[in-house]
């Protein structure tokens, strides 16, 4: 089992910086493969991007590229999403995810853990 929690969300201007963090406990957090994803209210979840279980690697969504930034530290068993240049569009609450076998994956189905989610919300 992997307990995700993330936290750091918060109501921002557009044009603003925010980021999050996800702590994970339970297993060896350098096992996993760590994704962000979003959900804003009536829409699908949505994927951000995701980094390898080494932090060589990542895959971005492309309405977020060259905003937003993933990284991890596997000594603190933590991911973060530095988020700037922010949008009302980017209005979401967004979770992270660990994946055990599959890496570097966009689909929500193919991770096996879930955090409950922080909320970011974007004025315009």
């Known amino acids: 089992q992997v307990q995700l929690v993330e936290s750091g969300g918060g109501l921002v201007q557009a044009g603003g910086s925010l980021k999050l963090s996800c702590a994970a406990s339970?297993?060896?957090?350098?096992?996993?493969?760590m994704g962000w994803f979003r959900q804003a209210p009536g829409m699908e979840r949505e994927f951000v991007g995701v980094i390898s279980r080494s932090g060589g690697s990542v895959r971005d969504a492309d309405s977020v590229e060259g905003r937003f930034t993933i990284s991890r530290d596997n000594a603190k068993n933590t991911v973060y999403l530095q988020m700037n240049s922010l949008e009302p569009e980017d209005t979401a609450v967004y979770y992270c995810a660990a994946a055990g076998s599959l890496i570097m994956v966009a689909r929500a189905k193919d991770y096996d853990y879930w955090g409950q989610g922080t909320q970011v919300t974007v004025s315009s």
């Open positions: 339970g297993r060896t957090f350098s096992s996993y493969s």
